[in-house]
């Protein structure tokens, strides 16, 4: 890849939102284990070997960084496209300050809404909104710098830039899912697809964050996320009974096995503590049925 648009894009990588998101030590965070500290419960969440001498938060960036890239470049090719010919310093310019005009409407309207107290989904549906705006921002001032640099050429440089970039990410994730499934033998009972890049990040991003392999499986896999476990009304007794029974919330969609395990250790806590029969009567009663002591 040419070196000077390699230049541009690692500097225009500092101002996307998706990379300060994680540049921040501690940006990465972990649920399950935060569920452990606060409950005293044990066994929920999963710390696996990391490959390469890395911890969790390292791999994770190393990893997000060549995707962000790759994904740059992409979408610094798309909007070149959208430029049409021929390519000017001027159409780059405007084009930026179109997407300042965006962003800055996006913003009074988010403002408008949260002084109106408007449904908190409607904020939020907003908030997004000036997320992506505000990244488009950042990609419209690199888009300008490379028109600058590149001219008319500059198509052709980004088609291979993202190509290449692209094959990087890609390749690094593959053999990163290898070598940590290597390391970690229980993951092999994760059937995750080696072709399909979506489902290895997912594993990955799963074993990272220290979630359990059935936690990750119904992730990444199964494709059990919030929208689907809220329809379940199995699911949503379950975790009823647990914020009742630990005062907290799980801060992230568990698997039924994690969840069923929780119940169970809350059952043997209530056994062990000076009020057990009590404690164990109130969270039969908000489960809606005994439960089986394991």
């Not at 996307?16 to 969440?45: C, H, M």
């Not at 689907?228 to 005062?247: F, H, L, P, Q």
């Amino acid at each position: 890849m040419d070196e000077k648009l390699d230049a541009i894009l690692e500097k225009g990588l500092k101002g996307n939102r998706r990379y300060q998101a994680f540049v921040e030590p501690g940006s990465w965070i972990y649920p399950a284990e935060d569920f452990e500290k606060e409950t005293g419960l044990k066994g929920i969440s999963r710390q696996y070997t990391i490959p390469d001498g890395r911890t969790s938060e390292e791999a994770h960036f190393h990893l997000i960084t060549k995707e962000i890239k790759a994904d740059m470049a992409a979408s610094l090719l798309d909007d070149v496209r959208k430029l049409g010919a021929p390519v000017s310093a001027e159409r780059a310019k405007d084009f930026n300050a179109a997407a300042k005009d965006e962003l800055s409407g996006l913003k009074n309207h988010l403002k408008e809404l949260q002084a109106s107290g408007a449904d908190y989904m409607d904020v939020e549906s907003i908030a997004v909104d000036v997320y992506r705006a505000q990244s488009k921002v950042s990609y419209s001032k690199t888009l300008v710098k490379l028109v600058e640099h590149f001219g008319d050429g500059l198509e052709s440089k980004l088609e291979d830039a993202a190509v290449s970039l692209r094959k990087d990410y890609e390749r690094e994730m593959v053999g990163f899912y290898d070598k940590l499934e290597r390391l970690n033998p229980e993951l092999k009972t994760i059937p995750a697809d080696r072709g399909n890049i979506r489902q290895l990040r997912d594993v990955v991003d799963g074993a990272l964050s220290h979630f359990n392999p059935d936690d990750i499986k119904a992730f990444s896999i199964d494709r059990f996320t919030g929208i689907e476990a809220r329809k379940d009304a199995e699911w949503v007794k379950n975790n009823d009974a647990i914020e009742t029974g630990t005062g907290t919330a799980m801060y992230w969609i568990a698997s039924k096995p994690t969840q069923e395990k929780t119940l169970a250790l809350l059952e043997e806590k209530a056994k062990s503590s000076p009020t057990g029969h009590a404690a164990r009567e109130e969270q039969r009663r908000s489960h809606g049925k005994t439960m089986i002591s394991r």
